[in-house]
């Protein structure tokens, strides 16, 4: 008995690289069944830093480890993105005051109740990207990249950025996150504003966005399915007035029809028939 689950340890160990959890079905699936597993917890060989989720021994766990687990382990289709995703690209400050930062994933996914049961001192919190649905991109068990769709078509990593997507290397061992890019980024974020997210900060991050790139904002304005993230971009991006927003290509982009009312008592951007605060150019910088 010994000599088996010595046996089951060392290939384990080559699958289970140092610093990424994995969950108890991942483990099942691949024929560890509950007691091995009991047995290689009370050896020190893996330890259980949340109930249902388990690592081999290491470095303290980093919110990075945590999507790596996600997007190398369990297929999940989640990316970073939104506000988390362009400051973490170096790209804005967004500090809120009272509480551990959180990391904003979007994607179709419920994140595994052991996610926010982790000690590490952000938050993680799940967003819609029914948005941008079509760019969904997710990999498998051998580190193929998969676009969404009927037929998962696989995908090379240089094709992430069409999809308004980039792979980031964390860590020792490389780790490719995929993060939004800065464009895809600020669509994700305004698609929640007001709900979750202040015009306001929205509007200073994107004043920080100078070096968009023109012909991939303009693949995803037609690739949006949210009027409102839409004209509320335009509204704001024509406002600040980048060197870029006059290349952007608006012929196939669907704004939709009718006015759009976000802020009560606001001011109408007759252009594209949204409101905004009054005192939005109060917060430019």
Known sequence: MVEQRKDRLNPLL?????????????????????NLVAYYVANNRLESPARGVYRV??????????????????????????????VQRGLGHYARLGGAETIQLFGPDT???WVNKLKVPEKFEQRSD???????????????????????????????????LAEIKWGTFDWPLIFSSEERAILELLEHVPERESVYEAYVLLQGLVN??????????RACH????????????????????????LKSVNLGSGKRALFPGGKLDSKYQITLPADLDEHAR
């Open 14 to 34: 080559r699958l289970l690289p140092p610093g990424q959890l994995v969950s108890a079905s991942w483990l099942r699936e691949r024929e560890y069944p509950t």
């Open 57 to 86: 021994p290491g470095p303290p766990l980093k919110w990075q480890s945590v999507v790596a687990s996600l997007q190398l382990n369990e297929a999940s289709w989640s990316h970073v993105g939104g506000a988390t995703a362009i």
């Open 111 to 113: 994140l595994p109740p």
């Open 130 to 164: 029914a948005a941008l649905s079509p760019l969904r991109v997710r990999r498998d068990e051998k580190g193929v990249l998969h676009r969404f769709g009927r037929d998962e078509e696989p995908i090379s990593p240089d094709a992430l950025g069409e999809l308004g």
């Open 212 to 221: 968009l790139r023109p012909e991939r904002v303009s693949g995803l304005l």
């Open 226 to 249: 949210s009027v409102k993230a839409k004209r509320l971009f335009l509204a704001l991006a024509a406002r600040i007035g980048h060197a870029w927003f006059k290349y952007l290509d």
